[in-house]
């Protein structure tokens, strides 16, 4: 067997209790790998002899450190890194896609190439020269210790989303990898492949196809698939393979029968939700980041026989308190740690002790989070006020009274609306030469008025949906058509064979000039009393039978619908001192996708300070969520939605849904719409942590909305019967 034992070497005359609270004496011996390694947003660290961090790494953001017996190997924001002595880096990315990002420096283009966005590394442990890592939308092999990459295809589901991945060998070579809608595939793989290749390949030579492997997993309620594994562990401490399986937003662990390629589960959690990640093998127990907790499962198969070894294995409390103690002293967020014992203890069996997803540990929005208009936006409750409704001061007091009655302290209202009109008077020439000013508010009366009422007021700026700018210079910015040669409009069929166009035209997401267009806006309303820019419809057009003619003349070579969206982001985050909210798809919010959209919460939250998911009830599926009681719908659905979003942000961003404030004519409507319908949403979004909600109604009708007091009596208990509404 082969024993986990952790000495927190902390390199230092200090007793291990007076550092970090923990009994023991620390062994003093020169060299680097007697220590804590830290990995933040900012790069590398360890702690030295006299407690202050020292910096191995600056890189960029730290996902992952990996101790191998090759040596370490770091997941960043800028690929894979990889160092035998802690000293000396080098990159291991050939064969790995590349992300192309767009800047304007002095009016001038240039751009920046970065390896895709991965979200997780592994080896095997049969032979540590192979190693396994994805993106969004594949999975890579390396049989050289990263120094080439080939890419395995992407497992068969219908949208991106993979997770984790891990390799193991179960007589021969076998990649897992685990999807955020449709569960854990498997891939045998030659031992014949060679290594490196082509990053393009859809698929390896000489594998087999990928395989699901979801019976046994618990599935998401009222859908066919499993809800999201987090983790897929691959240990042979015990003398054998086994495969162990964690689930994201429930505690569900599960270990693989290979055999019957089944998953059985170990242990099932008592929690509606509870958020958990970055699975480990710990000498007889398997250990998880869990929220605000290192969680523990002793395997009841194994036994510690060791006690010399048990002793020397630290408990969870004493870990805690070893990262909270590190934690104070480095200057950026804490992602990663690794534990490394001495050599003394090395020559024991000891090995290091990897934690990743640190961000469970942490409070929401705490320090070192690198935002500084986060707190500005927090707890922010409000309406969203159309426009028309402010043309005057009578039809404006009205809402001031509902802000007050409801006791709500925000509005947002469109600035640049659906049809890409201006609704102010802009002072910028840049905005008015492409603009449109159409029935402007008095913008400075407007300001007061709010202002007067302590309302935070958010400016609403629909981006790529802009008719207006479709059609400035002969459709110099829109969508194009590639058949037709003509700006593109999606279209539908009717029943009896007529087209009709979507009420939409889209201008070109990659356009740098749309993006200094909608930043001029964006720098002046902040400048004349605009608290935060909300962008709309920042994405793709995802509707017409004519999407695959849909031609971005405006996109350069390497850029994807991601990297279109991000550079947008980073263009407008320069200019825009103040925070910037973005308004996304419910299903975006709730799955761990970007489909369609190019809207991946994991990635944009990074760049902006609020995600605006709209829950609307009424816009999922109307069997989503509707166990029994169907009464409580919207509640689970706004609950859950919110931290299922916090949690794949990392908490990097204030979740600020949308709530449905409007009654549609659907099948799950028409039987319970009533103004209880409204509050079971503000108490799902309140329970899920209330950091701040906006109530949607296109009419400006706000008469359901409760006061944020109220409570139900029916709760979080009734949410997971299992009978559906016909």
Known sequence: ?????????????????????????????????????????????????????????????????????????????????????????????????????????????????????????????????????????????????????????????????????????????????????????????????????????????????????????????????????????????????????????????????????????????????????????????????????????????????????????????????????????????????????????KSSGAVPVSLSELWLLQEPFGQNNGKPFLKTALNREGLYLPVNHALDQKALNRYVQILDSKKLNMVVIDMKDDYGRLRFAPQNPEITAKGRVFNPINLEQFVSTMKAHGAYLVARVVVFKDPELYKKEGGKYAVWDSVLNSPWQGYYENADGTRTDYDEKWVDPYSEEVWAYIANISQELHQRGFDEIQFDYIRFPTDGLNLSQARFRWRDAGMDMESAILSFLRYVRSHVDAPISIDIYGANGWYRTGARTGQEVEVLSRYVDVICPMYYPSHFEQTFLANNPPELRPYRIYYLGTLRAMTIARNQVIIRPYMQAFYMNVAYDRKYYNNDYVLRQLLGVQNAGNFGYTYWNNLGRYDEIPLPETRLTAGPALLFKSVKID
């Open 1 to 345: 067997m082969r024993k986990f034992l952790v000495l927190f070497g902390f390199i230092s005359v200090l007793s291990l209790e007076a550092q970090t609270g923990l009994k023991g004496t620390i062994i003093r011996e020169a060299g680097p790998y007697q220590s804590l390694l830290l990995g933040t947003t900012g790069g590398l660290y360890r702690l030295s002899e006299n407690n202050a961090p020292v910096l191995l790494w600056s890189g960029g953001l730290i996902k992952k450190i990996l101790s191998s017996p090759q040596g370490y190997y770091l997941l960043t924001d800028r690929g894979i890194w990889f160092s035998r002595d802690l000293t000396n880096w080098e990159e291991r990315n050939q064969g790995l896609p590349i992300k192309v990002l767009k800047e304007i420096v002095q009016g001038k283009k240039q751009f920046i190439q970065q390896i895709q966005d991965l979200k997780d590394l592994e080896y095997n442990l049969s032979d540590p020269t192979m190693l396994v890592t994805a993106t969004k939308d594949g999975v890579f092999l390396s049989r050289d210790g990263g120094i080439s990459w080939k890419n395995l295809g992407m497992p068969p589901a219908k949208t991106n989303g993979l997770k984790a991945v891990a390799v193991a060998d179960l007589n021969g070579p076998v990649v897992f990898a685990t999807h955020g809608i449709y569960g854990v595939y498997a891939l045998a793989l030659k031992s014949t492949e060679p290594a490196g290749g082509n990053s393009g390949s859809a698929k390896t030579p000489g594998t087999q196809k990928w395989i699901p492997l979801n019976q046994g997993l618990e599935l998401h309620e009222t859908t066919e698939n499993p809800d999201e594994v987090a983790d897929i562990l691959a240990d042979t401490s015990s003398g054998r393979t086994r495969i162990f399986a964690l689930q994201t937003f429930r505690e569900r662990l599960y270990e693989l029968n290979w055999e019957t390629k089944s998953f059985n589960l170990l242990y099932k959690g008592g929690d509606d939700f509870k958020a958990q990640d970055g699975l480990l093998r710990l000498n007889n127990s398997l250990l998880y980041i869990q929220q605000g907790n290192l969680a523990r499962f002793s395997l009841p198969d194994t036994a510690n026989t060791d006690s010399e070894s048990a002793k020397a294995i630290p408990t969870t409390d004493q870990m805690m308190a070893a990262l909270r103690k590190a934690e104070a002293l480095i200057p950026e967020r804490l992602m990663t740690a690794a534990f490394i014992p001495s050599s003394i203890w």
